[in-house]
């Protein structure tokens, strides 16, 4: 079978969810279209599409194998490209993960700083706080804010994130202000989940480390509610200073244990292979990096 063809067209209808739209896109009839698909699938030994007569979708092996189908294309696509006029400029959709909040304040706003410096780069942002399945989620690069546990994957280390011990000035008039990381066993602490260290906080004194098991009725797994529950006072947190720029000018929360810094999150760009490290993969991480190498807030040794 021309296995090309085949992936393209599968991709295809994995995105409009339908043969009759790629009929017409590919100038041919529906039962072509549905004929390659399933000559597609003899080839792999797999179901790829389950079919009804209401929807196609995809199988558990569908998933998987979309995700590295988009990569083949679009290797294909670039290689093309390198020898071609545009072949100097990276060219595509690129598919950039981020942690929800980071994403937010941090990667979105310089977007568009990105798009004008390589006008034939499309960008496509998916923010999760989880560490999702690069591959699975078809993902070329994701930024990850924490310590990488997977040594499956690539990484470069494009800045570092300080953190900080908060409270709303409300909480700290109610239950009063903490003056060591024992102290924080008698108060709300609101524990971020999807930290690796969960409810266990670790902080550097003058005397060396010190860690202590905190505890409180509220919990999340996302730091935006995090932040909300610090606010309008729940509790105290161990949060990245930045996710507090104007609460803490105006007074509304606090920086407390100031002798005792919580540990600095390492911040990565994280992708699947070295292999095969498509362009515009290459000038995202190096942007991202000068980018964060010159924010007081994110700069880190970069390396």
Request: hydrophobic residues 45%; neutral net charge; aromatic residues 6%.
């Amino acid at each position: 079978m021309d296995l090309l063809t085949g992936m393209k067209l599968f991709v295809r209808v994995a995105e409009t969810g339908g043969f009759s739209a790629v009929a017409r896109e590919a100038a041919n009839t529906q039962p072509t279209v549905s004929r390659t698909i399933a000559a597609l699938e003899a080839h792999l030994g797999v179901r790829l599409l389950n079919r009804s007569s209401r929807a196609v979708t995809l199988t558990d092996d569908g998933r998987a194998f979309y995700a590295h189908a988009m990569r083949a294309l679009e290797a294909i696509t670039e290689a093309e490209a390198c020898v071609g006029r545009r072949h100097s400029q990276p060219t595509g959709l690129l598919r950039l993960g981020s942690p929800v909040a980071f994403g937010r304040l941090h990667v979105a706003p310089r977007m568009p700083a990105f798009l004008t410096q390589y006008p034939e780069v499309e960008i496509e942002l998916s923010m999760n706080d989880a560490f999702v399945d690069l591959v699975g989620e078809g993902l070329d690069l994701v930024v990850r804010v924490g310590m990488l546990e997977d040594p499956s994957l690539i990484a470069r280390r494009i800045g570092t994130t300080r953190r900080v011990t908060v409270a709303s000035a409300d909480y700290l008039r109610r239950r009063g202000v903490p003056l060591t990381p024992n102290d924080l066993r008698q108060h709300e602490c609101v524990v971020y989940t999807r930290l690796a260290t969960m409810n266990r906080w670790h902080f550097d004194g003058s005397d060396g480390p010190v860690s202590v098991e905190v505890r409180g009725r509220f919990r999340a797994d996302n730091s935006e509610a995090v932040r909300e529950a610090v606010i309008n006072g729940a509790g105290i947190a161990v949060i990245p200073v930045w996710m507090f720029t104007d609460e803490i000018s105006s007074g509304r929360v606090r920086i407390i244990l100031d002798a005792f810094e919580p540990n600095a999150l390492p911040i990565h760009a994280v992708y699947p292979s070295r292999r095969q490290v498509s362009a515009k993969v290459r000038v995202m991480i190096d942007f991202l990096a000068e980018a964060f190498g010159h924010s007081p807030l994110l700069r880190g040794d970069g390396g």
